[in-house]
Nanobody, 127 residues
Framework: QMQLVESGGGLVQAGGSLRLSCAASGRSFSTQSMAWFRQGPGKEREFVAGIRWSGGITSYADSVKGRFTISRDNAKNTVYLQMNSLKPEDTAVYYC????????????????????WGQGTQVTVSS
């Protein structure tokens, strides 16, 4: 099992930026694909961005493409989400997740494939 701890959330005005971090411990981080999901008020949890275990392949939800960037540092066991040009509709609790399978060949958008989850960090974007 992998323990995940998110940080970096907060309150920001529309158009601003935040950088989320997710520190991992436990089972091997460098062999798992990682993703960020979010759940807004009254909404279902949704995929935001994912990155393959090697870092070479990324995937983004259409709603954040061009504004958010996911990256990882396997030496630090950390995955990041740089969020720019934030909009009020980005307001949500953001969760970091680790895929169950090792050495995946693609980035899954299905939360059922992610086995370990952090506690979430709140991001609030004011208009």
């Amino acid at each position: 099992q992998m323990q995940l701890v998110e940080s970096g959330g907060g309150l920001v005005q529309a158009g601003g930026s935040l950088r989320l971090s997710c520190a991992a411990s436990g089972r091997s981080f460098s062999t798992q694909s990682m993703a960020w999901f979010r759940q807004g008020p009254g909404k279902e949890r949704e995929f935001v961005a994912g990155i393959r275990w090697s870092g070479g392949i990324t995937s983004y939800a259409d709603s954040v493409k061009g504004r958010f960037t996911i990256s990882r540092d396997n030496a630090k066991n950390t995955v990041y989400l740089q969020m720019n040009s934030l909009k009020p509709e980005d307001t949500a609790v953001y969760y970091c997740a680790a895929e169950n399978a090792r050495f995946s060949t693609y980035v899954s958008r299905d939360e059922a494939t992610y086995h370990d989850w952090g506690q979430g960090t709140q991001v609030t974007v004011s208009s």
